[in-house]
């Protein structure tokens, strides 16, 4: 009696659910119809995409990969419209349009149509002090939730990574779904550091000291983990930025059929055009960083290796070495990192022969690049490597960590032959400097023009190939 009771009642919630979530896609469908009209007027056959990208004004490589994705798609569909659902509803349409084109050089051959959200602030990391992956996916369903009932596309692109709005589209409004995956929300790298107890800036101290606090965090992990790969695996296409972010889309996610690799689009051309010249009868050479002034890029790792490389130097040659920092400063926490650091280099007795260089204008950037001698990455884990990408293609010896995406995809042989050097320790970076400055400069050149002919694989023409062919089963 009981057990017929309990199956009974599932079969009640099942049918409950169903009821709901189909009566909820009418209501969703039908509103759709008043919103927007104009994007099918006088076409039925018209496909309108929708991209979901709730930062589209700014200015990092996730917009260029918008801006290239709908580029692309106008170029080879006659029949796709495009939408773009974004937070920034300061900003007309035109304008945004504009700054694409001014900071990427990407001309659209229409202008979108922009759906303005009002909740961008549930996607925001300060909202959520704790339990911030928890929060921010919740967020996200919420934010999700207001673009579905603004405007409902034939097709729905997420390509800012908010995999959980991924199920919303599909059942709810009935859209074919792919998304672009920059980096994965949860990877198994990070439940890995927590069962190890390693201390991160993801990991805090006193969790990571912690055995019961560690087996709480990674239960926490594991349950998010779960349901996080039950809202990708209802893609239908899925592409992803690197070998490494595959690895673990497709370990949590299960879907590797539907999974492609797309490298972003790296503008490097201003790069390319620097002129490399012989460092032959060079004296002063100069170790340079570029990457934002956040705790995952690691710029302590950076200050050690150097100290640790200047201890095999004599006293009166040490100024011929320098390590110069670039990079951005967006708000106070990134200024007392840089504090920091300086309390560091001056810890380490490294401040004379240590630079930095804060919010730098482009002209300046290449300009440094163009003088170094070694482009420095020290970042774990990086999903890609843009910044790696460019001290390559402004022809020099980049030394970056010995994992993620510089890694499996960039810093590999081309034409048989090496594009650089990896290291994983402050005594292996060390050592790589020590190598890259004892070669001769005839032997640096040939490993800077073979780094800089290596990164024609990450192209705006390549990958728009590459999107174009991953993602046509959504436009059929």
Known sequence: MALSLLLWGIVFLVVLLATVTVLLRIWVRSRAKSLLPHMKEGDKDVLVVGFFHPYCNA????????????????????????????GDKNVKGAEI????????????????????????????????????????????????????????PDVYLDSMGYAFTL????????????????????????????????????????IARSPILSAVKIAYYRAFAFIYGLAGSCCDVVMVNSSWTHGHVVSIWGARECTHKVFPPCDVKEFMDLPMK????????????????????????????????LKGIPQDKRKNYKLVLIGGV?????????????RLAEKLD?????????????????????????????MWNEHFGIGVVECMAAGTIILAHDSGGPKMDIVVEHNGSRTGFLAHDEKTYADAIKTILSMSSEERMEIRRNGRDSVSRFSDQEFQTTFLN???????
Not at 177 to 187: D, K, L
Not at 336 to 342: A, E
Request: charged fraction near 20%; glycine fraction near 8%; aromatic fraction near 12%.
């Open 470 to 476: 991953a993602s046509e089963s959504l436009f059929k």
């Open 278 to 309: 012989s460092d032959a009868g060079k004296t002063q050479h100069s170790i340079v960083s570029v990457a934002q002034f956040r705790p995952e890029k690691d710029h302590p790792l950076q200050l050690r290796a150097f100290h640790e490389f």
């Open 330 to 342: 967006r708000n106070q926490g990134d200024a007392d990192r840089v504090d920091g650091l300086k």
């Open 97 to 152: 349009v504009k700054n694409a084109r001014q900071r990427f050089n990407i001309v659209l051959r229409q202008q979108p149509e922009f759906v303005f959200l009002s909740r961008r602030d549930w996607v925001e990391a300060g909202t959520w002090p704790y339990f911030t992956l928890l929060g921010q996916s919740l967020g996200s369903i919420w934010l999700g939730w207001e673009a579905l009932t603004k405007y409902v």
């Open 59 to 86: 200015g990092g490589g996730g917009e260029r990969v918008l801006w290239c994705a709908v580029r692309a798609l106008q170029e080879k569909y006659k029949h796709v419209k495009c939408v773009v659902y974004t």
């Open 167 to 206: 199920p919303m589209f599909k059942y709810l409004g009935g859209c074919r779904v792919g998304c672009y995956v920059h980096y994965p929300t949860i990877s198994t790298d990070m439940l890995s550091r927590v069962t190890d107890q390693t201390a991160t800036y993801n990991n805090r101290a006193i």
């Open 350 to 378: 490294v401040t004379q022969y240590t630079e930095f260089r804060l919010n730098v204008p482009f002209s300046e950037l290449k300009q440094s690049l163009s003088e170094a001698t070694i482009g420095l990455h020290t």
